[in-house]
């Protein structure tokens, strides 16, 4: 494994923000995520992206009263270095001296922290491996799949995890966000109404709404249009409990965490009750990891919860079987959250969607596993794996086999 010359320890990059709804809920959790990792072992910084899509990095980004940097002449703005020429990354300042080439700001593993669109997506998953670059968490072809929670659906129907009736509901091509209601009537059939209408491709429970007709699914649409090409409708539960378990191979064993039941006190789980709720002995819930280095409080996860509720064998050994089945399925790497939803009466349950990077790495479940795993120790884990990836992956300098050379060597 590559280090640095100057301190032995590994240099690790950590993206945050990026160009989605949910760019302030990933700086929170890359603040938290930064603050985690092992200053013994690695020495990160911060790569923050803006909701335009500029890179930079500079003094003051570990801080979260800094963001939204108002004043970014202070900060360096970089682009990546897509050569793949080695297994260390580079960052290329933009602009340069009169008399001089911007040195390379060099990493040796990428920890992307982004929630949803263009980060957790499978796109700058697949920007790291067209560099050579290690990086964390789940691979591209994992991270694009459970991020569209309509593909989710075909992937888990196959290998028989139960999941609920869904439709899709695409954005209309004349960009009017409007869809009549008996077109709706028709698409929705199959789930019936009341139901839970949500963008395909988004997480946080941004746009989430119940609807009892078309006319008011009609009304909800324009809004999840606005940020995603499609929506995804699915029945109402009724008697409706949620539970949420993390799955990741942890120094090379593949484990499961602990299982969690939100409590939600409205009949929807909204984006604030997630990410503003709680006492306010503990001050501002987007707080998230305290800087300095002091330990990490529970921030944007204080929303009310069960952690290891009591539930039966079954419904724990379920909930544990499928998401490992899921994991695999996929060539699993890093450590997603999976939710699931249940209807308490009759013992129901279904896999609902996952989270390819669950805000804050969803290290408060892990730390109350069985098996207990430090958010430290599960980000050392994390960027260790990103290195054993990529030595996966090696191929050839000249990766045209002898045979299908039609230019000369």
Request: aromatic share 8%; net charge negative.
């Amino acid at each position: 494994m590559s280090q640095t010359k100057t301190s032995g320890r590994k240099k690790i990059a950590v993206f945050i923000g990026g160009r989605s709804p949910e760019h302030d809920v990933s700086v929170v959790s890359g603040l938290q995520v930064y603050n985690a990792i092992d200053r013994s072992a690695y020495d990160p910084f911060i790569v923050y992206i803006t909701t335009n899509g500029r890179w930079f990095v500079g003094e003051g980004l570990e801080s979260r009263e800094n963001y939204i940097p108002k004043d970014l002449s202070k900060l360096t703005e970089v682009t990546l270095d897509m050569s793949g020429a080695s297994t260390k990354g580079a960052l290329i300042p933009k602009e340069s001296g009169l008399f001089s080439k911007p040195k390379p700001i060099e990493f040796d593993a990428a920890v992307p922290v982004f929630h949803g669109l263009y980060g957790e997506d499978g796109n700058i998953q697949g920007m790291f491996e067209f560099a050579n670059i290690p990086y964390a968490g789940m691979r591209t072809k994992a991270s694009s799949v459970l991020m569209d929670k309509i593909t989710t659906k075909y992937i888990l129907q196959a290998l028989d995890i139960p999941v609920l009736p869904f439709a899709k509901i695409k954005r209309p091509a004349d960009g009017s966000y409007l869809v009549d209601e008996k077109t709706l009537e028709e698409s929705l059939e199959p789930v019936g109404f009341p139901c839970i209408l949500k963008p395909a491709h988004l997480g946080s429970s941004i746009g989430v709404a119940k609807v009892n007709d078309a006319k008011e699914a009609k009304a909800c649409l324009p809004a999840i249009f606005e940020y995603d090409t499609s929506a995804i409708a699915e029945p109402f539960v009724k008697n409706l409990v949620e539970y949420n378990v993390s799955v990741g191979r942890i120094d090379g064993a593949l484990k499961t965490s602990a299982i969690e039941r939100p409590k939600a006190t409205e009949e929807l789980l909204d984006f604030k009750q997630k990410y503003l709720s709680g006492s306010g002995k503990n001050g501002d819930k987007l707080g998230g990891a305290k800087q300095e280095n002091t330990p990490v409080s529970e921030g944007m996860l204080s929303l009310t919860r069960e952690i290891n509720p009591k539930i039966s064998a079954e419904i724990d050994a379920n909930i544990r079987k499928w998401a490992i089945a899921m994991y695999e399925a996929l060539d699993g790497a890093g450590a997603p959250r999976i939710d699931f939803i249940g209807d308490s009466k009759s013992g129901e349950i279904w896999m609902n969607e996952v989270n390819p990077l669950p805000g804050s790495f969803a290290y408060f479940l892990w730390e109350a596993a069985s098996d207990p795993v430090l958010f430290t120790d599960l980000m050392s884990s994390l960027i260790e794996e990103a290195f054993a990836q990529n030595r996966s992956m090696v191929i050839p300098s000249d990766p045209v086999p002898q045979d299908a050379r039609l230019l000369k060597r």
